[in-house]
């Protein structure tokens, strides 16, 4: 079916749609990803109030989104089962509430999440329809073969509410108590201009390798009055530390979501691999470097406004989605320990620039 007639059908059935719930558990990155499109869809419709359905560890991240009239957090730490069973549980808070419900995630949780909000459901047909999930839904949107973006794919298929275009750039904000809270422990967030670089992820394949990491750091050293390094605990803290040396840098642990959206929409500049905060940073406007190995920047490169996404081109078996490399010869992937500082400078003068902006480079 054409979107335009699985449009139509949503009218009919329907009627006019004034609150749509998007069902999006997780993860970090792919929360921002869908963030874009639902930009979008808000900026096509600013009359629908949109409800978000995430699992609780990103509701903090949901909440920052002006675009997002309301959040339902789900627990979904403890495997499919247990996610599937809080899925449930939250039937009694949504029934009546929404019009219509999206499941951009396409998996079985967030298809039996998505039903239980009491609404008929919109979702993919086709290959992004995942482990049985179009079993839930009421009305399907057929690939087209013209989005291969994941943000791209998602946009298409909330047009079938109404004609989307994703937002480059998102507005986030954290909570005025946040900012005061994390400016008066870090007095420099408000002083001075900062560039920031992550490197750690949740796939060892994609993180940036430990002997590159002090070069990078010398390169962004000269782009802004303090260099910040990220890191999500206090263990990868203290062993980048280590690896930075006496280097001038300043390493910041454990920031809750809401503070990672006031601290890098401060920053000047973003290097990183791909990850949640990469995409955040790209998102919140910051021009940004992303480091692409295992996975496709074709599909799921940042989104945002200025961003260069480097993966080198010379290993035959990328990308292939795989956690751990079998080719390495250390804690990353083959990829990534092919680049070289000279492309991150490189890659840094160009997203400065601003003359080729989001792009992917090889």
């Not at 499109?37 to 409800?51: D, N, T, V």
Request: positive net charge.
């Amino acid at each position: 079916m054409a979107i335009e007639e699985t449009r139509e059908a949503i009218r009919r059935e329907v009627g006019e749609i004034r609150r749509l719930l998007i069902v999006r558990l997780s993860a970090f990155g792919d929360i921002v990803h869908s963030m874009h499109a639902a930009a979008g869809l808000k900026a096509a419709a600013p009359h629908i109030e949109i409800g978000w359905l995430t699992d609780i560890r990103y509701e903090e991240l949901v909440r920052c989104a002006p675009f997002v009239n309301w959040v339902h957090g789900v627990d979904g730490s403890n495997g499919l089962i247990h996610a599937i069973g809080s899925c449930i549980s939250v039937k009694k808070k949504l029934r009546g509430l929404y019009d219509i419900t999206v499941d951009v995630q396409g998996l079985l949780k967030s298809a039996v999440a998505a039903a239980r909000a009491g609404t008929g459901v919109l979702g993919y047909a086709g290959p992004e329809s995942r482990e049985g999930s179009g079993l839930f839904y009421r009305w399907r949107v057929e690939p087209d073969g013209s989005a291969s973006h994941v943000v791209d794919k998602q946009a298409r298929l909330l047009s079938a509410v109404v004609p989307v275009v994703p937002a480059r750039k998102l507005a986030l904000a954290a909570p005025a108590a946040v900012v005061r809270n994390l400016e008066d422990r870090y007095p420099w967030i408000a002083e001075t201009s900062h560039v920031l670089l992550h490197t750690k992820t949740r796939w060892p394949s994609k993180d940036i390798p430990q002997e590159i990491t002090g070069p990078i750091a010398d390169i962004l050293a000269g782009y802004g009055a303090r260099l910040v390094v990220t890191a999500q605990n206090e263990s990868d803290a203290e062993s980048l530390r280590r690896t930075l040396g006496a280097r001038n840098v300043t390493v910041v642990a454990g920031l809750a979501l809401a503070e990672l959206v006031h601290v890098f929409s401060t920053a000047g500049l973003f290097v990183g691999p791909d990850t949640g905060p990469t995409h955040l940073a790209s998102a919140l406007g910051v021009p940004t470097v992303a480091l692409y190995g295992p996975t496709d920047p074709a599909r799921n490169a940042p989104y945002g406004p200025a961003t260069v996404s480097i993966r080198p081109y010379g290993n035959a078996c990328a990308p292939c989605w795989k956690k751990n490399c079998a080719r390495g010869t250390g804690p990353a992937g083959a990829c990534l320990s092919a680049v070289t500082p000279e492309d991150i400078e490189s890659a840094v003068k160009e997203v400065l620039s601003g003359k080729d902006p989001t792009r992917c480079a090889g």
